[in-house]
């Protein structure tokens, strides 16, 4: 999306007028017919779904009945300490036999629960959504095809680059710009939808995204930029975004901003290390 001139076109360019409609079955038939050249019947899991959960309990039982069952796709449920009946509605779900649940005994935050369930994870392909009903899981293969046909390391989904049904904050536009300007200049690639958490990766990546330092939802960026500086394939992929029916948002506005342009900082100064290295290592392997 480019930048307005004029806020008046640019409050319009925000309001969307849509209906959400419900996942269908239909809906996973063409994930079902791609993973099938994959299926081999040695038990072996391709996928691993990882749901990092607090205090959602009037939606992830929703989310949980309408992922894929297959057995190449395990679900992995990473409760970050949850104080709410969300633990007692996963009990409900019935359709899936391929989850694992893994409680935090304490609030560890965001980007630590994805870090605990990578290391759960046994399928080649990592997909990590939220649970909070904003993302619809049949755009999971919108991500991990990309992926498994060798075209990418590393998936975002982008709301614009797909279809979003609510009217977004102007606030919030105009910070996720001032990010994908930043990261542009500061690291070379254009991510306009930098903080969506519907993501997809191969698993190799599992240790680089371990050594994370912000691990609150700032984590959602760090990913971004150590993909980036290693040198993986980064795809912004379309998908849907759907407004939140339940609850609110816990992200702290200021926080995660602090922590964001700290994290730009670091990795940036991170880059220009890596950048002297290289000239070093290039002057000496001429010298000698």
């Given at each position: 999306?480019?930048?307005?001139?004029?806020i008046?076109?640019?409050k319009?360019?925000?309001?969307?007028?849509?209906?959400?409609t419900?996942?269908?079955?239909?809906?996973?038939q063409?994930?079902?017919?791609?993973?099938?050249?994959?299926d081999?019947?040695?038990?072996?899991?391709?996928?691993?779904?990882?749901?990092?959960?607090?205090?959602?309990?009037?939606?992830i039982?929703?989310i949980?009945?309408?992922?894929?069952?297959n057995?190449?796709?395990?679900?992995?449920?990473?409760?970050?300490?949850?104080?709410?009946n969300?633990?007692?509605?996963?009990?409900?779900?019935?359709?899936?036999?391929?989850?694992?649940?893994?409680?935090?005994?304490?609030?560890?935050?965001?980007?630590?629960?994805?870090?605990?369930?990578?290391?759960?994870?046994?399928?080649?392909?990592?997909?990590?959504?939220?649970?909070?009903g904003?993302?619809?899981?049949?755009?999971?293969?919108?991500?991990?095809k990309?992926?498994?046909?060798?075209?990418?390391?590393?998936t975002?989904g982008?709301?614009?680059?797909?279809?979003y049904?609510?009217?977004?904050?102007?606030p919030?536009?105009?910070?996720e710009?001032?990010i994908e300007?930043?990261?542009?200049?500061?690291?070379?690639?254009?991510?306009m939808?930098?903080?969506?958490?519907?993501?997809?990766?191969?698993?190799?990546?599992?240790?680089?995204?371990?050594?994370?330092?912000?691990?609150g939802?700032?984590?959602?960026?760090?990913?971004?930029?150590?993909a980036?500086?290693?040198?993986?394939?980064?795809?912004?992929r379309?998908?849907k975004?759907?407004?939140?029916?339940?609850?609110?948002?816990?992200?702290?506005?200021?926080?995660?901003?602090?922590?964001?342009?700290?994290?730009?900082?670091?990795?940036?100064?991170?880059?220009?290390?890596?950048n002297?290295?290289?000239?070093r290592?290039?002057i000496?392997?001429l010298?000698?």
């Open positions: 999306m480019k930048l307005f001139n004029n008046t076109a640019y319009a360019s925000l309001n969307i007028n849509s209906v959400k419900n996942t269908r079955v239909s809906d996973y063409e994930l079902y017919n791609y993973l099938r050249k994959f081999n019947n040695n038990g072996t899991t391709l996928i691993s779904i990882i749901l990092p959960l607090y205090n959602e309990e009037n939606t039982r929703s949980l009945e309408n992922l894929p069952s057995n190449l796709v395990e679900i992995i449920i990473i409760d970050d300490n949850s104080s709410d969300s633990l007692n509605e996963i009990r409900k779900v019935t359709n899936h036999k391929n989850f694992k649940i893994i409680r935090h005994k304490e609030n560890r935050g965001y980007g630590n629960a994805i870090i605990t369930g990578m290391g759960y994870a046994s399928g080649e392909v990592i997909v990590s959504m939220d649970t909070d904003q993302h619809s899981p049949d755009d999971i293969f919108n991500l991990i990309p992926i498994l046909d060798g075209d990418a390391d590393y975002i982008s709301r614009y680059l797909g279809t049904y609510y009217t977004l904050p102007i919030t536009r105009l910070g710009v001032l300007k930043l990261i542009q200049l500061l690291f070379g690639i254009k991510i939808n930098n903080q969506n958490g519907f993501r997809a990766f191969k698993k190799e990546m599992v240790p680089l995204f371990s050594k994370a330092k912000f691990l939802y700032a984590f959602c960026t760090e990913q971004i930029l150590q980036r500086l290693s040198k993986y394939r980064i795809l912004e379309p998908i975004v759907y407004n939140r029916e339940y609850g609110s948002s816990k992200v702290v506005l200021r926080k995660i901003t602090l922590n964001i342009f700290s994290c730009l900082l670091i990795y940036y100064i991170k880059k220009v290390k890596l002297l290295l290289k000239k290592r290039s000496n392997s010298l000698f």
